[in-house]
């Protein structure tokens, strides 16, 4: 098992939509939680970085933490065809540890 | 917010070759980088934890001969793949923790260097 899991997709939704991206962990031990943002053949740019369970809003992102079901989620409103690209959910337990990615889901959004 | 310089974000090189790539963090220190591989459709794939004044971290199956790091200030990491293969070609990442005084832990990645070995 890996210790975290998200569907590649794709994902493809009409532009204004709600979109709700997923990963599960398996590890206890995670405390920080990240979101990038990949578009081709660009590195990751980090959206949003909590710490522990509950929600963090930036502008049309809002990332939500679940430590008790090992459950992470990015929320996208109002969905542009900017928003198209690949997202990566990310944790590690603290410090200096490693940082574990998933595989990342590609979304595109259709004007 | 904090960015991270990577260059070259292309390369092509002749097989046999040795092919350096610099990363830099440009507004924060970094005693830690990180070094990423990354193949089409694939998630990111740790290589290497780079140290500040030190040797660097391998993860297994990563050849340390192959794979030169080198992190010579608070700045600057570098990796430079020797005796470069075809089956090198791929897309490597570098990323850096903010571990000044307003530490946040945040992991900022470079723009990637996409390297060709022909």
């Known amino acids: 098992q890996k210790e975290v899991e998200q569907d590649p997709g794709p994902l493809s939704v009409p532009e204004g939509a709600i979109v709700s991206l997923n990963c599960t962990y398996s590890?206890?031990?995670?405390?920080?939680f990240m979101w990038y943002r990949q578009y081709s053949r660009k590195g990751p740019e980090l959206l949003m970085y909590t710490y522990s369970s509950g929600n963090k809003e930036d502008g049309r992102f809002t990332a939500q933490v679940d430590k008790s079901s090992k459950y992470i989620s990015l929320f996208i409103r109002d969905s542009q065809p900017s928003d198209s690209a690949t997202y990566l959910c990310a944790t590690y337990s603290g410090g200096y540890q490693k940082v574990t990615f998933g595989i990342g889901t590609k979304l595109q959004v259709i004007p | 917010g904090a960015v991270v310089s990577q260059h070259p974000s292309r390369v092509i090189c002749k097989s046999g070759t040795s092919v350096k790539i610099e990363c830099r963090s440009l507004?924060?220190?970094?005693?830690?980088m990180f070094w990423y591989r990354q193949f089409p459709k694939q998630s990111l794939m740790l290589m290497a934890t780079s140290n500040e004044g030190s040797k660097a971290t391998y993860e297994q199956g990563v050849e340390k001969d192959k794979f030169l790091i080198n992190h010579a200030s608070l700045t600057l990491s570098t990796l430079t793949v020797t005796s470069a293969h075809p089956e090198d070609s791929s897309f490597y990442i570098c990323s850096a923790r903010d571990s000044g005084p307003l530490n946040t832990g945040e992991l900022f990645f470079g723009e990637g260097s996409r390297l060709t070995v022909l």
């Open positions: 507004d924060f220190q970094a005693t830690t």
């Open positions: 590890n206890s031990a995670f405390q920080y």
